[in-house]
C-alpha cells in the first residue's frame, strides 16, 4: 500500500523547523559550585554534612512537612504485582502492622484491580476498579516450610470492615509451634482467582515478634542542659540489646524532631532515656508542651528484630518556654571531619 | 539525512562536548579511592574468586572500573562478598564493612589493587554499589551510631561510616524487586525472571522482597554518609512485564531512588520520589536516570540517553533541569561516574 505524499509547503517547512528544534537537547551540564569550582557532588556532600553537623547522631529534627519517621518505619504499605499482560489484573496485598506482637492475630489484606484503558504497567494502582475474586493464601516460613493457609473474604464479617468494598481480609493465628523466640519473618503466597478465570498470585509478608522487653508505663520528661530527656520505664524479661525511639511533636501533631537510644539491658525495670537535642525546638519556633506522638521498642539482640507495638500519643511533656533549650549547634566532629576531608583544599588531607 | 538524524548528532556532538568540557574544567579537589561493591549473585562465586567479583563489573572491552576511575587514575578496590545470603548477614554485609575498613586501610583486594591513600594518610573513599549492594550498604551505614537498632551488628560498620565519604548506588535494589515477588514460593509462574540474579527465591532473594517486615528500613536508621542514587530505564522483555512503572528489568524505580510509601507504586523520569520522600527521613539523593538495564549499568557497556529526575544533579541554562529532559545522549552510569569526581 503506497501512502499519498503531499508536497512541501512553507508551513510544512516551518513545523519541520520547529520540530527539529524540539528535538534538540536541552545543553545540559552537571550542577557545579562556581565559587569554589568544586564539583557539586563533593560540594554538596559536604554542605550536607555540615548541616547535618548541627544535631548528634541520635536525635535530629523533622523537616517541615515530613512524616513521623519512627511511626512512617512502622506503617505498612500495599505492594502489588503487575500481570503478564497490559490488561492483567493486578494483585496488590498488605498486612495490618509492619509486625504483630504475639499472642496477636495476624490480619492481611487484598485487593484485585483491573487496570483502566491502555492500563497495566506503568498505571495507577487500582486504575481500572475492584474485581471480585476467590482469593487465598498460603503463610510460609522463611525456609518454605507452611504453616498455615487463609481464605480471604468480603463480606463484612470478622476482620473484614465492609462487605463487598473489594478489600478481602484474613484473620490467620499463628500456631503455638511456629511462635518465634525473638522473631521470625513469614511469606504469604497469596493467589488469586477472578470471575473470568484468571490467575494472578503474588507474596506478602508480615514480620511475628516476640520481644524480650515491654515498655513499662511511667514516662517523665525534664530539661537537662538544654535538651529535653523523656525517661522510659522499660522492663526486661531476657537479657539482650533494645532499641528505643520515639518522635516529639507540636500539640497538633506536627512532628518535631526524634531521638533515638539502644542497651545491653539485664533482666529487670530499666530506664532508658530520650535525649531530644534542644535545636530543634528553637529550630521549629513552638514551645512546649509537645507530645511523644510515637514510641517504639524492639529487642535487637539479633536479626530480625522483634517490634514490640507501636505506641502512640505515648506522654504529653510540661509546657517549656523555647528559651529553656540549647540554641547552639552540637558541632558533631564526624561529620565536620568528613565535610572537611571532601574539599580539602589541594596539598591538603584527601588531595 | 532526516531532520531527526541531524537533531541526533547534534544531540551527540553537544553530549560529547559537554562531557569533555566537565572533564577537562576538573579542579583541584580530593582524588577518590573507589570502593566497588557488587549485588546479588546465584553462587558464591565472587566471595570466593577474586576474578568473578572483579568480572562483575565488565562486558566484553567495556568495564565500569577502568572507565569511573578515567583508566585508573583514581585508585580503586574490588570487595567481594556472599550475594546468596541475607543483606544484612556476616558474609553479606559483615564482609563488605570489613573489606571496607581493610580498602582505607591500604589492604589490597584480591588482584593487588590498593586504595592509593589509607585514611590516616587523608585518603577519602567512594563506595560504587550496585543492585544488591544497595539494601547491603543501607544497612552498614543505618547501623554506624550506637544508638542505632542493630550497631556493628557483624563488622566494624562504625568505622566504614567515619571513613567514608558517600556511596553511589547503581540500581540499587533498597526497596527490594518485585522480581523477588514473583519468583518466592513461585506466586507468579507467568513473571520470567529466568535469565536473571532473582531466578531462584533463596535466602538473598527472600529478603529482596517488597513486604516492609524484610526491607532494610525496618532494620536500620538514615543512612550515616549521603548515598546518591542513579539506576536505569531500559526494560528487559519478559521480566519487565512484571515490574511496576519504570524498571531495569529487575529493579523497578520505587526500590532504586528509595522511595517511602510502597515499595511498588510506579514511577517514571518525571516523578520518581524527591529528596524529600525517601525511605529514611534523610541521606538519600536522586542523581539521574539512565537508558541502561541491570546488567548494563554495572558494566558500561551501553552508551545511552540519559535523563534528569526530580531533584536531580544536572542543570539546564544555569537552573535544575525539568524531570524527564535527555540530558545526555550517549554517557554510560560508568562514564557519569568519572565526571561526578
Known amino acids: ?351 | 539525512m532526516t531532520l531527526r538524524s541531524l537533531g541526533y548528532l547534534r544531540h551527540l556532538a553537544l553530549g560529547l562536548a559537554v562531557a569533555a568540557a566537565a572533564l577537562l574544567a576538573l579542579p583541584a579537589v580530593a582524588q577518590p579511592c573507589f570502593i566497588f561493591v557488587h549485588g546479588k549473585q546465584t553462587n558464591t562465586n565472587t566471595y570466593t574468586s577474586y576474578s568473578a567479583a572483579r568480572n562483575y563489573w565488565v562486558s566484553g572491552s567495556r568495564d565500569f572500573i577502568q572507565t569511573a576511575t578515567r583508566n585508573y587514575t583514581a585508585s580503586y578496590y574490588v570487595v567481594g562478598y556472599n550475594g546468596t545470603r541475607p543483606y544484612w548477614e556476616s558474609q553479606s554485609a559483615g564482609e563488605v564493612a570489613n573489606e571496607i575498613v581493610a580498602a582505607t586501610n591500604g589492604t589490597a583486594d584480591g588482584g593487588g589493587h590498593a586504595c592509593a591513600k589509607t585514611y590516616a594518610q587523608g585518603g577519602t573513599f567512594w563506595v560504587i554499589a550496585h543492585s544488591m549492594g544497595g539494601p547491603v550498604m543501607d544497612f552498614i551505614l543505618g547501623n554506624n551510631d550506637s544508638s542505632d537498632p542493630n550497631y556493628n551488628y557483624n563488622g566494624p560498620y562504625s568505622t566504614v561510616a567515619s571513613r567514608i565519604s558517600l556511596a553511589i548506588t547503581l540500581s540499587g535494589a533498597h526497596r527490594g524487586s518485585e522480581g523477588a515477588d514473583a519468583v518466592c514460593f513461585q506466586s507468579n509462574p507467568f513473571c520470567s525472571f529466568i535469565a536473571q540474579f532473582i531466578q531462584s527465591c533463596d535466602d538473598a532473594t527472600y529478603w529482596l522482597r517488597s513486604s516492609d517486615d524484610v526491607q532494610v528500613k525496618t532494620y536500620s536508621n538514615a543512612p550515616a554518609r549521603s548515598v546518591y542514587l542513579t539506576g536505569g530505564y531500559e526494560a528487559i522483555f519478559g521480566a519487565s512485564a512484571c515490574l511496576s512503572g519504570e524498571d531495569d528489568g529487575v529493579v523497578q524505580y520505587a526500590s532504586i531512588y528509595a522511595c517511602n510509601g510502597s515499595a511498588t507504586a510506579s514511577y517514571d523520569n518525571s516523578n520518581v520520589c524527591g529528596n524529600s520522600s525517601k525511605q529514611e527521613s534523610s541521606g538519600f539523593f536522586n542523581l539521574d536516570g539512565a537508558h541502561e538495564n541491570h546488567d548494563d549499568i554495572r558494566n558500561d557497556s551501553d552508551r545511552d540517553t540519559r535523563r534528569q529526575i526530580p531533584d536531580g544533579i544536572w542543570t539546564c541554562s544555569g537552573s535544575p533541569c525539568s524531570p524527564n529532559t535527555v540530558v545526555q545522549s550517549s554517557m554510560s552510569s560508568a562514564q557519569f561516574v568519572s565526571i561526578l569526581w
Open chain 1, 1 to 351: 500500500m503506497t501512502t499519498p505524499k503531499t508536497p512541501l509547503r512553507p508551513l510544512h517547512l516551518l513545523l519541520a523547523f520547529a520540530a527539529a528544534v524540539l528535538l534538540l537537547p536541552v545543553p545540559a551540564v552537571l550542577a557545579q559550585d562556581d565559587a569554589s569550582g568544586v564539583r557539586t557532588l563533593a560540594q554538596h556532600t559536604a554542605d550536607v554534612y555540615r548541616q547535618a553537623a548541627r544535631y548528634p547522631n541520635d536525635s535530629r529534627p523533622v523537616e517541615a512537612g515530613a512524616l513521623d519517621p519512627v511511626r512512617a518505619e512502622r506503617v505498612p504499605a500495599p505492594h502489588s504485582l503487575p500481570g503478564r499482560n497490559a490488561d492483567s489484573p493486578l494483585i496488590t496485598v498488605w498486612s495490618r502492622e509492619v509486625s504483630f506482637e504475639a499472642p496477636a492475630p495476624v490480619d492481611l489484606y487484598a485487593t484485585v484491580d483491573r487496570p483502566g484503558q491502555g492500563g497495566g504497567k506503568g498505571q495507577s494502582q487500582g486504575q481500572g476498579g475492584k474485581v471480585a475474586a476467590a482469593i487465598s493464601g498460603e503463610v510460609i516460613t522463611a525456609d518454605g516450610e507452611t504453616v498455615g493457609s487463609v481464605v480471604y473474604n468480603d463480606d463484612g464479617k470478622g476482620v473484614d470492615r465492609r462487605a463487598g468494598d473489594g478489600i478481602y481480609s484474613a484473620r490467620f493465628t499463628l500456631p503455638q509451634g511456629a511462635v518465634p523466640d525473638l522473631a521470625a519473618s513469614f511469606g504469604v503466597r497469596v493467589t488469586a482467582k477472578t470471575a473470568d478465570g484468571e490467575t494472578v498470585g503474588t507474596t506478602g509478608g508480615f514480620l511475628y515478634s516476640n520481644p524480650h522487653a515491654h515498655l513499662g508505663g511511667e514516662i517523665r520528661d525534664e530539661v537537662r542542659d538544654g535538651n529535653l530527656v523523656m525517661s522510659v520505664e522499660v522492663t526486661v524479661e531476657k537479657a539482650g540489646r533494645f532499641h528505643l525511639a520515639g518522635t516529639l511533636a507540636e500539640m497538633n501533631g506536627t512532628p518535631v524532631g526524634w531521638a533515638q537510644t539502644a542497651a545491653e539491658l539485664e533482666p529487670g525495670t530499666h530506664t532508658l532515656e530520650l535525649s531530644f537535642y534542644g535545636l530543634m525546638f528553637r529550630d521549629h519556633g513552638v514551645a512546649g508542651p509537645y507530645r511523644l506522638a510515637s514510641l517504639s521498642l524492639s529487642t535487637t539482640t539479633s536479626m530480625p528484630n522483634a517490634l514490640n507495638d507501636l505506641v502512640e500519643d505515648a506522654h504529653r511533656t510540661a509546657a517549656y518556654p523555647l528559651s529553656a533549650f540549647t540554641d547552639r549547634g552540637f558541632g558533631n566532629p564526624g561529620l565536620l571531619q568528613a565535610a572537611d576531608r571532601l574539599v580539602a583544599a589541594p596539598g591538603k588531607a584527601g588531595h
